[in-house]
């Protein structure tokens, strides 16, 4: 039951050519910096990942798409700060982009870990969005039918985990994190801390451990708003 790691390479050994990917944040807060280096460093390609943005700068998400990783985003804001490895890559045609509205992004991944296949929303309708998707009309009002999202693998930012598995998170940093531990076939979280079982309080356990599958310590992980700020680039 033990799903600790030794290191961060280990951790992302699994993931292959082709797989998609989601990754915990929203902008910053949540992102797990370390676990997409070391998905870099391993090297991976034609993957589609599922985040709430395609990337900042040269770091993180975009340091994937500069490196000729990513063959789809799927996200609901493609422009940030600094969105140049989306933008260049994205005008080049060498990088595909399906846009989800926010609400709606959340809830596909909800869906998916739920085994829910499809639910409707009055979001994007009327809109390019909607195009080519079922319309239904509930009490009057046309509704978008929305799919499911799931990954073969999530790679999320935990504040605190045990050895098992459990976690927790540490405020906004909860965002989309807790939802992709559930729709993803297998989660690999960066914990800052790593507890034995019975150390965190079960009322505040956010992610049981049924969800995650290993755990690395990352015991001071970087900012993507830092690293920015000052000026790094992964390389």
């Known amino acids: 039951m033990n799903k600790t790691i030794e290191s961060l390479s280990d951790a992302v050994a699994g993931i292959g050519d082709g797989a998609t990917v989601m990754t915990g944040g929203f902008g910053g807060s949540g992102a797990p910096i370390e676990l997409i280096h070391a998905l870099i460093e391993k090297g991976p390609k034609n993957l589609t990942v599922i985040n709430n943005n395609a990337g900042n700068g040269r ?35 060498e990088i595909e982009l399906e846009l989800v509205p926010q609400g709606t992004l959340a809830e596909r991944i909800r869906a998916g870990g739920a085994g829910i296949p499809a639910f409707y929303t009055p979001t994007a309708y009327g809109t390019d969005l909607a195009q080519g998707k079922v319309i239904a009309e509930f009490d009057g009002h046309p509704y978008v039918q929305e799919r499911w999202l799931k990954a073969d693998f999530a790679i999320v ?24 531990c559930m729709a993803a076939a297998e989660t690999i979280v960066q914990a800052s801390k790593i507890v034995q079982v019975g150390e965190i309080d079960p009322e505040h356990v956010v992610t049981p451990g049924i969800f995650v599958n290993r755990v690395v310590h990352v015991a001071n992980p970087q900012q ?9 680039a992964y390389v």
């Open 157 to 180: 930012k935990a504040h605190v985990a045990d050895t098992y598995g459990n976690l927790t998170y540490n405020k906004a940093a909860r965002n989309f994190n807790p939802l992709m």
């Open 59 to 93: 770091i993180g998400i975009a340091a994937m798409i500069d490196a000729g990783m990513v063959k789809k985003m799927i996200c609901s804001f493609p422009k940030s700060s600094d969105p140049r490895a989306f933008t260049d890559k994205y005008l080049a045609g």
């Open 224 to 232: 993507e708003e830092e690293l920015i700020r000052a000026g790094v």
